[in-house]
Nanobody, 126 residues
Framework: QVQLEESGGGLAQAGGSLRLSCAAS????????FAWFRQAPGEEREFVAA????????YYADSVKGRFTISRDNAKNPVYLQMDSLKSGDTAVYYC???????????????????WGQGTQVTVSS
């Protein structure tokens, strides 16, 4: 059974940094796409970043491009999200998600992800 578990959330000041990790178990994940989504109170869940399983290419939401970096380490925790230059608008619950066998064009769609973690809270104070 696949399980994803996020860690690394917490409180940061605007302009600061946090690093999220996603630990996965239950499968060999080298060919899985992994993504981070976030959901702020009263808002819909939105795409943040993704890393493709077959070639390692990365994809970002415009709102985080240049500030966040997604990476993966297939030997350990499979995916990280380095968040720099944090803004108050980044405050949300961040979710790790995984999928396999899906087309590239849907990599930003939460509906196409099969496995989800429980989420970790990120709060940025201004």
């Amino acid at each position: 059974q696949v399980q994803l578990e996020e860690s690394g959330g917490g409180l940061a000041q605007a302009g600061g940094s946090l690093r999220l990790s996603c630990a996965a178990s239950g499968r060999t994940f080298s060919r899985y796409d992994f993504a981070w989504f976030r959901q702020a109170p009263g808002e819909e869940r939105e795409f943040v970043a993704a890393v493709r399983g077959n070639d390692g290419r990365t994809y970002y939401a415009d709102s985080v491009k240049g500030r966040f970096t997604i990476s993966r380490d297939n030997a350990k925790n499979p995916v990280y999200l380095q968040m720099d230059s944090l803004k108050s608008g980044d405050t949300a619950v961040y979710y790790c998600a995984a999928r396999t066998g899906k087309i590239l064009s849907t990599i930003r769609s939460s509906n196409d992800y099969t496995y989800w973690g429980q989420g970790t809270q990120v709060t940025v104070s201004s």
